[in-house]
């Protein structure tokens, strides 16, 4: 299994407080990916990184900011957290491969955040 | 950009049976497709991938999906199910360009009853 670990597993929080998400790999993949998962919609990617201090956003961005200041932590921040963010975040890596030989992600065990 | 849409969301199956899920896509450049199994309360866990060569794919725990670039479809197989098999599963989608972002669909749940 992929060395990925999520903390907490578990956060209820109140609207308005600022909410850190932390992911931690062991395998050296430059590639990191937070996701946020909910009923009817799979999962959407919130931000990803392709290395140290190089981040972007993906779909469902806003709200939402992230930080990689070492290759094995990537931060995900909630400003100020709405319940509109309660739902299970996963976080993911990859390794770089050459284009077209492999592509594969592999997802840490979620952390389940309730905003109330 | 693309998008992936699963047809069916909840889908269920007496044990031993076969069961078939859904998975179409639209993209304009070319893919790499992936199922992905999420048992409850876990993270998610590769099923199989299509990169390119034989459009029938075969992955673990005798689940199979067949690529199909005209229909634009990737459908999942198994022909017979156990009750281990209950879980929720993912189709997605990737560009074949640096950065492997997936697009997921919205997902199947599979009951598997006795």
């Known amino acids: 299994d992929a060395g990925i670990t999520q903390s907490p597993r578990h956060k209820v929080t109140e609207t308005g407080t600022p909410v850190t998400l932390r992911c931690h790999q062991t395998?050296?993949?430059?590639?990191m990916y937070w996701y946020r998962q909910d009923p009817g919609h799979g999962l959407r990617l919130i931000h990803y990184?392709?290395?140290?201090?190089?981040?972007d956003k993906g779909e469902v961005s806003d709200g939402y900011s992230v930080s990689r200041s070492k290759t094995e932590d990537f931060l995900l921040t909630l400003e100020s957290a709405t319940s509109s963010q309660t739902s299970v975040y996963f976080c993911?890596?990859?390794?770089?491969?050459?284009?077209?030989?492999?592509?594969?992600?592999?997802f840490g065990p979620g952390t389940r955040l309730t905003v109330l | 950009a693309q998008s992936v849409t699963q047809l069916d969301s909840q889908v269920p199956v007496f044990e031993e049976a076969p069961v078939e899920l859904r998975c179409n896509y639209s993209?304009?450049?070319?893919?790499?497709l992936f199922w992905y199994v999420q048992y409850p309360n876990q993270g998610l866990q590769l099923l199989l991938k299509?990169?390119?060569?034989?459009?029938l794919v075969k992955g673990i725990n005798g689940f199979e999906a067949e690529f199909n670039k005209s229909q634009t479809s990737f459908h999942l197989r198994k022909p017979s199910v156990h009750i281990s098999d209950t879980a929720e599963y993912f189709c997605?989608?990737?560009?074949?360009?640096?950065?492997?972002?997936?697009?997921f669909g919205g997902g199947t749940r599979v009951l598997v009853k006795p």
């Open positions: 993911a890596i990859s390794y770089q491969r050459l284009a077209g030989v492999d592509n594969e992600q592999f």
């Open positions: 997605a989608v990737s560009d074949t360009g640096a950065g492997n972002k997936l697009t």
């Open positions: 395998e050296n993949h430059r590639y």
């Open positions: 299509y990169l390119s060569g034989s459009t």
């Open positions: 993209s304009s450049v070319s893919v790499y």
């Open positions: 990184s392709y290395g140290v201090k190089d981040t």
